[in-house]
């Protein structure tokens, strides 16, 4: 098992590594200029000058590729301060360091994407088991019936109603904010408990029928039949047999969902006016500040292949057989 994690983590850090080369390339070497773009408009030929030159632009891409990846695991030295490891550089719009912004965003996106990973885990995944134990009844029609309905809403369409019925019409809730768990514990549940649902309530519909899906092949599998065959109850075969099997495409589309929504949670976050890392790419594009659109992406594709490493994880509990492959 732990040949298996290695071999994984060590795949991931090469893969970061080209990650990381290709958007330096992607950004730093293109056509456009790099520091015309942090001097602004109005810029003198000298203060664009001194801009290459903190910025390093005036050695070699070589030399420079050089700082720019060791600066993420050593830091680099600006003009506004030193940038500590890991250091994604310094926001051309704000001035501020790019990976203390992230971090000031970054518990938004985690509470956002683990609450609505527990919430459609425990209910889409739930909801779907009960339809396929009990297949056929007038349970599985109902949670069938509303997992199609529910999977044809969207975000931005279903985030509107439940805010002009739940906020605006009634004023049963407050507008979502999110609030800091260490300060107030109850204003952060409340204040971000209708994102969370919104958002969940999308992934819960889809959590369904794959669960429902995945268990009805299980229990036709040639060993959970002998078990029934051998008079142990369907109860006891569905727990102690059939369910881990039907983890394992559950297990692949929730490390998919997951690492896209740490990656940042776009459309959610715009929807609700909530300042995290989906709200902080989209500044970063418009303003055109690619320090922080490039510490964007790193973030993005370390959370991606950490929670893929994860799942691989997941993959040789639920099946022995994976770390042999």
């Not at 088991?129 to 019936?145: E, F, L, P, Q, W």
């Amino acid at each position: 098992m732990l040949q298996f994690i290695i071999r994984r983590t060590v795949g991931a850090f090469v893969t970061l590594f080209l990650i990381g080369a290709a958007t330096f390339f992607l950004f730093v070497a293109a056509p456009s200029d790099y520091a015309s773009l942090a001097c602004g408009k109005d810029c003198s030929p000298q203060r664009l000058a001194d801009i290459r030159e903190a910025l390093g632009l005036n050695l070699p891409l070589a030399q420079q590729f050089w700082h720019f990846m060791t600066g993420i695991v050593t830091g680099r030295d600006f003009p506004t301060g030193h940038c500590s490891a890991p250091c994604l550089g310094v926001s051309f719009y704000s001035g501020d360091m790019v990976w203390s912004t992230i971090m000031d965003r970054f518990p938004l996106t985690l509470t956002l994407t683990a609450g609505g990973a527990i919430v459609f885990l425990l209910v889409g995944v739930g909801a779907g088991m009960i339809a396929a134990y009990r297949r056929g009844t007038m349970v599985d029609k109902v949670a069938t019936g509303a997992s199609m309905v529910l999977s044809s809403f969207q975000i931005y369409f279903l985030g509107p109603v439940v805010l002009t019925i739940l906020v605006y019409s009634t004023g049963w809730m407050e507008d979502p904010k999110y609030v800091p768990f260490t300060q107030d514990p109850v204003g952060w549940f409340v204040g971000m408990s209708i994102p969370v649902c919104v958002m969940a309530t999308i992934f819960t519909a889809q959590y369904t029928r794959m669960a429902r899906s995945s268990m009805i092949e299980q229990l036709a599998e040639d060993h959970v039949r002998t078990a029934r065959a051998k008079g142990m109850s369907r109860r006891y075969v569905f727990l102690r047999y059939a369910w881990r099997g039907s983890l394992i495409p559950i297990v692949t589309v929730l490390g998919i969902d997951v690492s896209s929504m740490l990656g940042g949670a776009v459309v959610t976050e715009l929807t609700f006016s909530l300042q995290g890392i989906g709200r902080l790419a989209v500044d970063g594009a418009v303003n055109k500040d690619l320090p922080l659109t490039m510490g964007v992406m790193l973030f993005g594709a370390f959370f991606i292949l950490l929670i893929n490493i994860l799942t691989d994880i997941t993959y040789a509990w639920i099946d022995p057989r994976i770390r042999l492959s």
